[in-house]
């Protein structure tokens, strides 16, 4: 990551952290209503056993053989907010501050009328779509660039934005960090605006005393794979070609320099269909799918495709905490010692999961 953002946020953090607002969802608030683990949302799984045949592997191997693949935009990130009113994305973060001209607004939201539906049309041939979804991220950047961004700009367009993690989103990161999982996030997104905003929640405190382990994490070990902006003279002139977008992040995972090490087993995770398409399944043992299925009353048509897709769905604009229970039982020797944020209750996830025991983390 370019030093200057990180720069960017040390120094506001120095003069004042609460500068810098929350930016992650919270947790259910039990003392509101009757508090429950489907409060992160609702989990569905495809098969049990093959699932459970999965854990075990993974178990078997430990964490050294482990790794994380995931989509930012709508699965490290929230929908919406509490209130119910969206939520940003990347590019709509970008889009909609005060950096772009009117003129270029209304450009980008008539090229998201035009190609969102494609986007989510199962029906299109996948090399159709791929020159679509081509066509609209191209045109948007050719756009964003006439505006001549600094990297500093990105940083005040987070700081104005309505981005927001979904909850669990640090317990994530520390239990990556215990691990040492190598931790990949694949985004059509903008690569300015995605680790700005992990920037803002490692300088705001809400990290509490993991910060600086959390930052030492980011540096070693997560890699941010997405669409970026190339400067000249601290201005923003370009951005780098090709683009990635939803259907060709398997090319920018395995087959671009420099060349990648990779572990047995993955955990990925998206919100679209295509997002497990970024693992090239030849390259691992074992996949564990996981989907975000936020939206669920809009688009309960593909709830059948997600089911057949992902080894665990969460609908419900859920939090992360299903991911890291998991993750927390399989490792429990390894992750004795981390106090993370939140306690789990075995016994209500498992009632939300449709079972009556714990036969999917048994050894």
Request: net charge negative; aromatic share 10%; proline share 2%.
């Amino acid at each position: 990551m370019p030093r200057v953002l990180q720069s960017f946020f040390e120094q506001i953090s120095k003069h004042n952290k609460t500068a810098i607002r929350n930016f992650i969802a919270p947790a259910p608030c039990p003392i509101l209503k009757n508090f429950h683990i489907t409060d992160h949302g609702h989990i569905h799984m495809k098969d049990c056993d093959e699932l459970a045949q999965k854990i075990q592997h993974i178990k078997l191997h430990g964490p050294k053989s482990l790794q994380i693949m995931t989509d930012y935009d709508k699965t490290l990130t929230k929908m919406r907010f509490i209130d119910g009113k969206y939520a940003d994305t990347s590019f709509k973060a970008l889009q909609e501050s005060a950096f772009i001209t009117k003129e270029v607004k209304l450009i980008a939201r008539q090229l998201f009328e035009k190609y969102h539906k494609i986007e989510l049309d199962l029906s299109m041939p996948s090399n159709v779509k791929s020159q679509h979804m081509m066509d609209w991220w191209e045109s948007k950047f050719k756009h964003f660039i006439q505006m001549g961004l600094k990297h500093d700009d990105h940083g005040h367009i987070v700081l104005n934005s309505r981005l927001l993690f979904r909850h669990g989103i640090l317990d994530l990161l520390r239990i990556g960090s215990k691990l040492e999982l190598p931790f990949y996030i694949v985004s059509g997104g903008i690569t300015e605006i995605i680790e700005s905003h992990f920037q803002a929640i490692l300088h705001n405190g809400e990290a509490g005393e993991a910060e600086n382990e959390l930052r030492e994490y980011w540096d070693s070990s997560v890699k941010v794979l997405s669409n970026r902006f190339i400067y000249a003279n601290t201005i923003g002139i370009d951005y780098q070609k090709p683009i990635i977008h939803v259907l060709n992040k398997q090319q920018f995972i395995y087959d671009t320099e420099p060349k990648r090490e990779f572990k047995r087993n993955v955990i990925v995770m998206g919100d679209l269909l295509e997002d497990v398409q970024m693992v090239r399944e030849s390259e691992h043992d074992v996949v564990l799918k996981v989907g975000f299925l936020n939206d669920l009353e809009v688009k309960e048509d593909m709830m059948a495709e997600f089911m057949k897709t992902f080894d665990v769905v969460i609908t419900g604009d859920g939090s992360l905490q299903a991911v890291n229970y998991l993750l927390s039982q399989i490792f429990n020797e390894e992750l004795k010692q981390l106090k993370l944020t939140e306690k789990y209750d075995e016994l209500l996830l498992f009632e939300s999961l449709g079972l009556n025991d714990s036969k999917l983390l048994q050894q």
